[in-house]
């Protein structure tokens, strides 16, 4: 077995065991933490394909700024501790979009040829990144001022009305 090939598999189960922690976590907390281990770990994939500009982003973007919005929402919104259950009467149907999901990964394992060729040269960086803050910065501005405005409505609506 190749070094990267045991790499990958360490890096795969931490990604996926990040995944089931993030669904099975009780804490809210807990689970954004193991949605960042998740997130890091896909990172780590993307290093191990060559494609340091998506690890990059991945760990900006996902990694640190989508975990600090998300721990900031619940910070600010959160009115104490849910005592109720957490089962729905969704779980079965939950249940059988999980395992088509799971047939129809494991159909497209069985189908392709593994491994993929992949040209591991880069190819229009430059491109990517001039195209990025010239054509694509002002949507990219717009889309983070209406996520902050998404997060104020958030904090308006969950707080508590004043009695005056």
């Given at each position: 077995?190749?070094?990267?090939?045991?790499i990958y598999i360490v890096?795969?189960?931490?990604?996926?065991?990040?995944?089931?922690?993030?669904?099975?976590?009780?804490?809210?907390?807990?689970?954004?933490?193991?949605?960042?281990?998740?997130?890091?770990?896909?990172?780590?994939?993307?290093?191990?394909?060559?494609?340091?500009?998506?690890?990059?982003?991945?760990?900006?973007?996902?990694?640190?700024?989508?975990?600090?919005?998300?721990?900031?929402?619940?910070?600010?919104?959160?009115?104490?501790?849910?005592?109720?259950?957490?089962?729905?009467?969704?779980?079965?149907?939950?249940?059988?979009?999980?395992?088509?999901?799971?047939?129809?990964?494991?159909?497209?394992?069985?189908?392709?040829?593994?491994?993929?060729?992949?040209?591991?040269?880069?190819?229009?960086?430059?491109?990517?990144?001039?195209?990025?803050?010239?054509?694509?910065?002002?949507?990219?501005?717009?889309?983070?001022?209406?996520?902050?405005?998404?997060l104020i409505g958030a904090?308006?609506?969950?707080?508590?009305?004043?009695?005056?």
């Amino acid at each position: 077995m190749s070094p990267l090939l045991a790499i990958y598999i360490v890096v795969s189960v931490m990604a996926v065991a990040g995944g089931l922690g993030t669904v099975l976590a009780r804490n809210v907390v807990y689970a954004s933490l193991f949605l960042l281990l998740s997130l890091l770990s896909v990172a780590g994939i993307y290093v191990l394909l060559f494609s340091p500009f998506l690890a990059l982003v991945q760990v900006l973007i996902y990694g640190g700024a989508i975990i600090i919005v998300v721990l900031f929402a619940l910070m600010l919104t959160r009115q104490g501790d849910e005592t109720g259950s957490l089962d729905s009467p969704q779980k079965p149907l939950a249940a059988v979009a999980g395992l088509a999901a799971l047939g129809v990964l494991i159909a497209t394992i069985v189908v392709n040829k593994w491994p993929p060729s992949v040209d591991p040269e880069p190819v229009g960086f430059e491109k990517l990144g001039a195209t990025l803050f010239t054509q694509w910065a002002v949507p990219f501005e717009i889309a983070s001022v209406l996520l902050l405005v998404a997060l104020i409505g958030a904090i308006v609506i969950a707080r508590p009305e004043d009695s005056q």
